[in-house]
């Protein structure tokens, strides 16, 4: 049975705002990522290295730079666009800014805290509340972020290569970027760089059948 406008309507509203949540969570996530300095995801590694080197914030630089993949994403696929794709080109990075800042002012000082052992102990449990928010985010279905629709881009266009590939050389691209400019490398580097794709995909599986009713 098909769904009236109001009801498909109430949907996307009701799933947007899941998503804008997802997305503030995913930037806190993000904040205690970059603090631990183990090194981030591939784009995010990328927009730190040269927002590093701009007189703007992380949050400015990775909005810019996701318009700009924006433009490119609305001529070639507009079935990966959504409130999703808003969302996340503005919330994520300003929110990754304000957990910054909260970690700053309010996070102790101290051999312990500076500790191997202690970032550690914080950043892998993040990390994986990084990838659940992100599974239930993709479970919402209302647009992915511009950076991500590219490889799918790329994949239609060129036809023979397959989209995991491209998907990795699109990411390994971003990650000698991002540490070619002077961002962190370490072993959350290197689990997010070769697993990360791979293990959201699965967790989106189990999860999307908890949200499919909303």
């Given at each position: 049975m098909s769904l009236s406008k109001d009801?498909?309507?109430?949907?996307?509203?009701r799933r947007g705002g899941i998503v804008v949540l997802c997305h503030f969570l995913i930037g806190l996530c993000i904040a205690?990522?970059?603090?631990?300095?183990?090194?981030?995801?591939?784009?995010?590694?990328?927009?730190?290295?040269?927002?590093?080197?701009?007189?703007?914030?992380?949050?400015?630089?990775?909005?810019?730079?996701?318009?700009?993949?924006?433009?490119?994403v609305f001529?070639?696929?507009?079935?990966?666009?959504?409130?999703?794709?808003?969302?996340?080109?503005?919330?994520?990075?300003?929110?990754?800014?304000?957990?910054c800042w909260l970690i700053d002012r309010f996070l102790p000082q101290g051999p312990l805290v500076d500790s191997l052992i202690f970032r550690l102990a914080i950043c892998l449990p993040v990390l994986a509340l990084f990838i659940l928010i992100v599974a239930v985010y993709l479970s919402m279905d209302v647009g992915v972020a511009p950076y991500d629709a590219m490889p799918y881009i790329i994949t239609n266009r060129i036809g023979h290569l397959p989209f995991s590939l491209v998907r990795t050389v699109w990411d390994v691209t971003a990650l000698v970027i991002g540490v070619v400019l002077g961002a962190d490398f370490g072993i959350v580097t290197l689990i997010m760089a070769f697993s990360l794709g791979s293990v959201i995909s699965w967790v989106t599986g189990l999860v999307s059948r908890f949200f499919s009713h909303i």
């Amino acid at each position: 049975m098909s769904l009236s406008k109001d009801n498909r309507l109430l949907i996307l509203l009701r799933r947007g705002g899941i998503v804008v949540l997802c997305h503030f969570l995913i930037g806190l996530c993000i904040a205690v990522i970059l603090w631990a300095k183990l090194g981030s995801d591939p784009c995010t590694t990328m927009n730190v290295g040269i927002s590093n080197h701009l007189p703007i914030s992380f949050g400015t630089w990775s909005m810019l730079f996701n318009a700009a993949m924006l433009l490119i994403v609305f001529f070639f696929d507009r079935t990966k666009l959504g409130i999703g794709t808003v969302s996340n080109m503005i919330v994520v990075g300003y929110s990754a800014d304000f957990g910054c800042w909260l970690i700053d002012r309010f996070l102790p000082q101290g051999p312990l805290v500076d500790s191997l052992i202690f970032r550690l102990a914080i950043c892998l449990p993040v990390l994986a509340l990084f990838i659940l928010i992100v599974a239930v985010y993709l479970s919402m279905d209302v647009g992915v972020a511009p950076y991500d629709a590219m490889p799918y881009i790329i994949t239609n266009r060129i036809g023979h290569l397959p989209f995991s590939l491209v998907r990795t050389v699109w990411d390994v691209t971003a990650l000698v970027i991002g540490v070619v400019l002077g961002a962190d490398f370490g072993i959350v580097t290197l689990i997010m760089a070769f697993s990360l794709g791979s293990v959201i995909s699965w967790v989106t599986g189990l999860v999307s059948r908890f949200f499919s009713h909303i």
